[in-house]
Nanobody, 123 residues
């Protein structure tokens, strides 16, 4: 099994910063794309940012210039540095990873989600 654990959420005022971390553990052979999604009450889950194993990144238009996604392949960890936070950024943030894992000598490609971490930005 593979588990993803997010940390770093919290309550900040508008203009503040937070850094989210996501650590993947378990029977991991390799991790392809890692990303961050968020979901606010009454809204659908949306992609915030993603990074491939090769380092290519993609951001939602709403966070470009403010958020930075990165990963440490040696630690199976991804990060989301969030600067200049706005109340509109308030949501539960979920870590996502596409993982190749070893189970019983077999390789499988599966998508995993963390439990989510709450980010609240007050005005």
């Amino acid at each position: 099994q593979v588990q993803l654990v997010e940390t770093g959420g919290g309550l900040v005022q508008a203009g503040g910063s937070l850094r989210l971390s996501c650590v993947a553990s378990g029977s991991i052979f390799s991790i392809n794309t890692m990303g961050w999604y968020r979901q606010a009450p009454g809204k659908q889950r949306e992609l915030v940012a993603e990074v491939t194993s090769g380092g290519s990144t993609n951001y939602a238009d709403s966070v470009k210039g403010r958020f930075t996604i990165s990963r440490d392949n040696a630690k199976n960890t991804e990060y989301l540095q969030m600067n200049s936070l706005k109340p509109e950024d308030t949501a539960v943030y979920y870590c996502n990873a596409v993982v190749r894992r070893v189970t019983g000598g077999t390789l499988r490609l599966d998508t995993y989600w963390g439990q989510g971490t709450q980010v609240t930005v007050s005005s």
